[in-house]
């Protein structure tokens, strides 16, 4: 039974490391939600402890209530145990509300926490046999504090477990297949396997038919449909009963759309979901990158590097056009390359050659950290009609720490 402990209070994590090891149970701690998402993507958990009160003093519960929110619209078998402070009891009881399965009040016996371990890995293990195949356990999440992905995940969560076909769009590398994967493996189809029919130009008549055998009764993924030829799209319109229907297309939504015949258009796009583009989630760059740099630190057995500000300033500043899957390929060359303590622009490798006219693009042409910096910021502030709060969170520092560097910088 592997938990994990959601707590910026280390003594905590400990303590109730040491009482879930007593009950044969394994536990990781988690010092903030952004770390947690992190391992929840490597890694499935059986049982969840989320403390509510992130910031010390701070009693509402907001930070950790969104967190069981998230958790709840990610994965709604989580079984979620709270903690929270005497002064919280009516914070647990809204908490039990919204998908929490139980709440532990500091200062706790130990026998209180034991119990409520076992009585949670119970119903865990109940929910686990009842409604997971092995596959989803090896799913990873889709990450990201965007409300865009945040409506995507509830939609998943929404939709999956219906037969309704669903049409994926959004920009190349952006997340399309694992939001299908996702989809498939929330279904009420997922013993069956998902059969990917990847669309091309070449592809004939014989091939598609054969591929929509294999799914009967189960899950077809069209992959990239746009790129099958038009006239045979009333062709597959017309055979594409007894299935459940998942496509992807690259491009935007009003283009995929163009670019389908009615018929099909018609059979595909019950739901809708449109990924967007990482040039407009400025704070899931940040959220990505640190996420990759621990998954690749973790797979290629070298220590984990936080990022330097100005590494993290020219992956803000990127467009990134090849999405998620080029910041996941420049953070692991990044993870390889780098020798010193932090990962620095110089191990990133990012090329400005593809967008000559990005203003924020970090530039290959001028390495100096100093003017780099700088011209980051006004670009932030800019952007950000010097709105301080804003071009902080865009630079991935705090208000204080972007008056400091506005300061050196005569700003
Ligand atoms: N939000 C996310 N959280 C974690 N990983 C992500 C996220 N989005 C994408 N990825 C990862 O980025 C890579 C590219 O994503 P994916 O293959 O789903 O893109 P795609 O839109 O289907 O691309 P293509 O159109 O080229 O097929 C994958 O390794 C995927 O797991």
Redesign the pocket.
């Known amino acids: 039974m592997q938990i994990l402990c959601i707590d910026d209070d280390a003594d905590i994590v400990q303590a109730a490391g040491l009482i879930a090891r007593r009950k044969g149970m394994q536990l990781t701690g988690a010092e903030n939600p952004q770390v947690a998402w992190s391992l929840l993507?490597e890694q499935r958990f059986d049982l969840i402890l989320l403390d509510l009160n992130f910031a010390r003093g701070n009693t509402s519960g907001e930070e950790g209530f969104r967190m069981l929110t998230d958790l709840t619209a990610a994965d709604p078998h989580a079984v979620v145990i709270v903690i929270t402070g005497h002064s919280g009891i009516n914070i647990a009881v809204e908490a039990m509300r919204a998908g929490a399965s139980d709440f532990v009040i500091k200062p706790w016996s130990n026998d209180t926490l034991a119990s409520k371990l076992e009585r949670a890995a119970t119903l865990a293990r109940a929910r686990y046999r009842s409604s997971f195949s092995p596959e989803e356990a090896a799913t990873?999440?889709?990450?990201?504090e965007d409300s865009a992905?945040k409506r995507i995940r509830t939609l998943i969560t929404r939709i999956a477990p219906t037969a309704a076909p669903v049409l994926?769009t959004?920009?190349?590398?952006?997340?399309?297949?694992?939001?299908?994967?996702l989809v498939h493996r929330r279904s009420a189809l997922n013993e069956n396997p998902l059969i990917r029919l990847p669309a091309h130009a070449d592809l004939d008549e014989a091939s598609i038919s054969s591929a929509l055998e294999q799914a009967r009764g189960g899950t077809v993924l069209l992959?990239?449909v746009v790129e099958l030829p038009r006239a045979l799209h009333p062709w597959l319109a017309a055979r594409l009963e007894g299935m459940r229907i998942i496509a992807?297309a690259?491009g935007e939504r009003g283009m995929v759309r163009a670019a389908l015949d009615a018929d099909l258009l018609y059979r595909l796009n019950t739901i809708e979901i449109e990924?967007p583009s990482?040039k407009e989630r400025c704070a899931?760059k940040a959220l990505?990158a640190r996420?990759?740099v621990e998954r690749f630190s973790r797979r290629h057995g070298v220590p984990v590097r936080t990022l330097s500000d100005e590494a993290l300033g020219a992956i803000l500043a990127d467009d990134w056009p090849d999405?998620?899957?080029g910041?996941?390929q420049a953070i692991e060359r990044a993870v390889l390359l780098a020798g010193g303590e932090e990962i620095v622009v110089a191990d990133l490798g990012i090329d400005s050659s593809h967008a000559p006219d990005a203003p924020l693009r970090a530039g290959a042409a001028d390495l100096n950290l100093d003017r780099t910096e700088r011209r980051l910021i006004e670009a932030a502030l800019d952007r950000h009609r010097f709105n301080i709060s804003r071009a902080a969170e865009e630079l991935g520092l705090t208000r204080a720490a972007l008056y400091r560097r506005m300061a050196k910088h005569g700003l």
């Open positions: 993507a990873p999440l889709l990450l990201g992905i994926i959004g920009p190349a590398g952006a997340g399309k297949s694992l939001t299908a994967q992959d990239n992807t690259r990924v990482l899931d990505l996420h990759f999405e998620v899957r910041l996941q």
